[in-house]
């Protein structure tokens, strides 16, 4: 079955491309670092599969999660690449599109519409990159009919002019360090590395400002600035608000909405079913270690840790909106200064804050932090945070030591 | 006029790039000018919080997270 990469900057919309196309359930979130492995999901529609990547800004990896993505494109020399742009940073997001074009891979360019419209030609955009350009939102399929229908009548294997020599001497002459690494390059790094690797992409984007100007591409508008984040964003505001937005959650979850919830599972388990059963059981004479088997260790013992189900569900309902809302890379920028004192980074907040739904999968998170100190330390820090697992653990000790 | 770093600019104010300091790891330098960092761009500084370590930045219309450490490599007048 063919394999199709999605790449592209971080915070274009890739994952949300690749749940659509897919139905795959890929985590996203309205945060930088959201991927931080590759994802295979198969696409029915068009009888192949999808790779989601994490994002990279260039072929030129500074973190873990964008070597990833590298390491990804040049071992799948066969796979078609769909290089997902935002259409609001298509500026930015034109330079990689460019160098996978200019590597001679076949590519795909799709333009993910995202917020206020921008005036961009697509046909001549299409023109001058030499490739096609697709206009759709990721969120919406119904958007996706210019994608299929080229998929579904695109020709199979294209017979690409692969340029990878001329492609790794130009990124060693740049100073990349992995292309050195992945070639056994042991040169030292000199002052022509900087003047090569600055008219290098200066020509890049020189020629990205020339399509887009071809394209009559225009933008007049400040991407990610919100009345809303003057307040979020306020050097004194911004940890109060997050506390009080802690303390509504928290009490949402543990004693109001949650407990009421949990209250009446625990009435159905226990008192409803429970009850009822060991009834019966009596009625029967079964013999007495069965029954307080089943009323003291099935229903009190399990029915308590199943009754911290609604708790865990608002849990996690309140981290979505949090993440899907933006918030979080808002806290993560206020935050930054203050775990920096703790030698940790500001991205670590995600983590963190994540810990508090399960702390197994908010480790993996740390690894979006390209400062290894501070990823080990968050990695480590996360496991301390009060997970939805540990809930049932807290109330059954502390029923056994603390309550008669 | 006077050549400064960015990160000890005035919020809101336009300035100029005058360049990228050379004395700084390749990885950096190579992020600064992937998102654009070039001379004679303008760039205004929308968000300044240099105790923490993070500006947000208007370069070419676009909003760009500068880490401090990146914001001091980056030369400016205006």
Same mark, same amino acid.
């Given at each position: 079955?063919?394999?199709?990469?999605?790449?592209?900057?971080?915070?274009?919309?890739?994952?949300?491309?690749?749940?659509?196309?897919?139905?795959?359930?890929?985590?996203?979130?309205?945060?930088?670092?959201?991927?931080?492995?590759?994802?295979?999901? #198969?696409?029915?529609?068009?009888?192949?599969?999808?790779?989601?990547?994490?994002?990279?800004?260039?072929?030129?990896?500074?973190?873990?999660?964008?070597?990833?993505?590298?390491?990804?494109?040049?071992?799948?020399?066969?796979?078609?690449?769909?290089?997902?742009?935002?259409?609001?940073?298509?500026?930015?997001?034109?330079?990689?599109?460019?160098?996978?074009?200019?590597?001679?891979? /076949?590519?795909?360019?799709?333009?993910?519409?995202?917020? %206020?419209?921008?005036?961009?030609?697509?046909?001549?955009?299409?023109?001058?990159?030499?490739?096609?350009?697709?206009?759709?939102?990721?969120?919406?399929? %119904?958007?996706?009919?210019?994608?299929?229908?080229?998929?579904?009548?695109? %020709? /199979? #294997?294209?017979?690409?002019?692969?340029?990878?020599?001329?492609?790794?001497?130009?990124?060693?002459?740049?100073?990349?360090?992995?292309?050195? %690494?992945?070639?056994?390059? $042991?040169?030292?790094?000199?002052?022509?590395?900087? /003047?090569?690797?600055?008219?290098?992409?200066?020509?890049?984007?020189?020629?990205?400002? #020339?399509?887009?100007?071809?394209? #009559?591409?225009?933008?007049?508008?400040?991407?990610?600035?919100?009345?809303?984040?003057?307040?979020?964003?306020?050097?004194?505001?911004?940890?109060?608000?997050?506390?009080?937005?802690?303390?509504?959650?928290?009490?949402?979850?543990?004693? $109001?909405?949650?407990?009421?919830? $949990?209250?009446?599972?625990?009435?159905?388990?226990?008192?409803?079913?429970?009850?009822?059963?060991?009834?019966?059981?009596?009625?029967?004479?079964?013999?007495?270690?069965?029954?307080?088997?089943?009323?003291?260790?099935?229903?009190?013992?399990?029915?308590?840790?199943?009754?911290?189900?609604?708790?865990?569900?608002?849990?996690?309902?309140?981290?979505?909106?949090?993440?899907?809302?933006?918030?979080?890379?808002?806290?993560?920028?206020?935050?930054?200064?203050?775990?920096?004192?703790?030698?940790?980074?500001?991205?670590?907040?995600?983590?963190?804050?994540?810990?508090?739904?399960?702390?197994?999968?908010? $480790?993996?998170?740390?690894?979006?932090?390209?400062?290894?100190?501070?990823?080990?330390?968050?990695?480590?820090?996360?496991?301390?945070?009060?997970?939805?697992?540990?809930?049932?653990?807290?109330?059954?000790?502390?029923?056994?030591?603390?309550?008669? | 006029?006077?050549?400064?770093?960015?990160?000890?600019?005035?919020?809101?104010?336009?300035?100029?790039?005058?360049?990228?300091?050379?004395?700084?790891?390749?990885?950096?330098?190579?992020?600064?000018?992937?998102?654009?960092?070039?001379?004679?761009?303008?760039?205004?500084?929308?968000?300044?919080?240099?105790?923490?370590?993070?500006?947000?930045?208007?370069?070419?219309?676009?909003?760009?997270?500068?880490?401090?450490?990146?914001?001091?490599?980056?030369?400016?007048?205006?």
């Amino acid at each position: 079955m063919a394999e199709i990469l999605i790449v592209g900057n971080p915070n274009t919309g890739k994952s949300t491309f690749f749940n659509t196309l897919t139905k795959a359930n890929a985590h996203t979130g309205n945060f930088h670092g959201v991927t931080v492995n590759f994802k295979k999901a #198969e696409c029915k529609v068009l009888n192949c599969t999808f790779v989601d990547l994490p994002g990279l800004y260039s072929m030129s990896p500074n973190s873990y999660e964008e070597e990833v993505s590298v390491n990804y494109i040049l071992s799948h020399k066969k796979s078609c690449i769909v290089c997902l742009c935002n259409n609001q940073t298509l500026r930015r997001n034109l330079l990689l599109a460019t160098e996978l074009i200019d590597l001679g891979r /076949e590519v795909v360019v799709v333009v993910n519409e995202i917020g %206020k419209k921008i005036i961009v030609d697509y046909n001549k955009l299409q023109e001058k990159l030499g490739v096609k350009v697709i206009s759709l939102k990721a969120n919406n399929k %119904k958007t996706f009919k210019n994608f299929f229908s080229f998929f579904e009548t695109k %020709k /199979e #294997e294209k017979n690409t002019n692969e340029n990878y020599d001329k492609f790794y001497q130009e990124k060693v002459l740049c100073g990349c360090e992995y292309y050195r %690494k992945l070639l056994n390059i $042991s040169d030292k790094i000199s002052l022509n590395n900087y /003047e090569y690797l600055e008219k290098n992409i200066k020509e890049k984007y020189t020629k990205i400002d #020339e399509i887009l100007k071809y394209s #009559e591409y225009k933008t007049d508008h400040i991407v990610g600035k919100s009345k809303i984040d003057k307040i979020i964003l306020n050097k004194y505001l911004c940890l109060p608000i997050f506390l009080i937005i802690l303390f509504v959650i928290f009490y949402l979850t543990f004693f $109001s909405v949650g407990k009421f919830f $949990s209250d009446i599972l625990r009435y159905i388990i226990q008192d409803l079913i429970g009850e009822n059963f060991v009834n019966f059981l009596n009625n029967q004479n079964t013999p007495q270690f069965v029954v307080s088997l089943v009323k003291d260790g099935i229903f009190s013992g399990v029915g308590s840790v199943v009754s911290f189900l609604p708790q865990v569900v608002i849990l996690f309902l309140f981290l979505d909106i949090l993440e899907q809302s933006g918030y979080i890379s808002r806290l993560a920028f206020c935050l930054d200064d203050a775990l920096k004192s703790v030698g940790l980074s500001g991205r670590g907040v995600y983590t963190l804050i994540m810990g508090f739904g399960c702390s197994t999968t908010a $480790s993996l998170t740390a690894r979006n932090m390209s400062d290894n100190n501070a990823k080990i330390k968050t990695a480590l820090l996360s496991p301390y945070m009060s997970c939805s697992a540990k809930l049932p653990v807290y109330a059954v000790i502390g029923g056994a030591f603390f309550f008669s | 006029m006077k050549n400064f770093f960015l990160s000890d600019a005035k919020i809101n104010k336009q300035y100029t790039i005058a360049n990228i300091c050379n004395d700084i790891d390749i990885k950096t330098k190579t992020r600064l000018l992937e998102f654009g960092f070039f001379c004679n761009q303008t760039v205004v500084v929308r968000n300044f919080s240099l105790k923490k370590g993070v500006l947000l930045v208007e370069l070419n219309n676009q909003t760009i997270s500068l880490r401090k450490k990146e914001a001091s490599c980056v030369v400016v007048y205006g």
